[in-house]
């Protein structure tokens, strides 16, 4: 680690970072269709069209997000046919997942809340947080 880095992470020791804006999350709403906040587009940097591969883990009720730049995408023939296009008004088709993993549309919204990421910023973690 640098030195100018080493003394910005002492200089912020104790410290913690408080969002600009609302806290990122995604919801899977009652049309199976994952919705992607202002605040969550920006923690991804992601604008329409652009493509995302998502992984869940049903134990801890968690969805990754991984971009493409990610090496797991290259690496993991199952990441690539996990891919998902962001439209225009950032939704993402989630009907296979709802149905794979029994989320019903009658008890839809489900949130997701962002938890963390990879350091490289190509991996990001949300938990579901809550149900209708």
């Known amino acids: 680690m640098s030195e ?4 910005a992470t002492d200089l912020l020791s104790g410290f913690e970072f408080v969002p600009s804006d609302g806290a990122p999350f995604i919801t899977l709403d009652k049309q199976r269709r994952f919705y ?10 992601i604008k329409p069209y652009h493509r ?7 134990a801890e009720r968690a969805l990754a997000i991984v971009k493409p730049s990610a090496h797991l995408i290259n690496a993991d023939v199952h990441a690539s046919t996990a891919q998902y296009v962001v439209d225009k008004r950032y939704y993402l088709s989630a009907r296979r997942f ?9 008890n839809a919204p489900y949130e997701f809340a962002y938890d963390r990421g990879s350091s490289d910023g190509n991996i990001f973690i949300f938990r579901l947080a809550s149900t209708k």
């Open 36 to 45: 992607l906040n202002a605040t969550t587009r920006k923690l991804l940097d």
């Open 4 to 7: 100018a880095i080493e003394a």
């Open 98 to 106: 709802a149905k794979e993993y029994a989320y019903s549309p009658e």
């Open 52 to 58: 995302l591969s998502i992984a869940y883990n049903p």
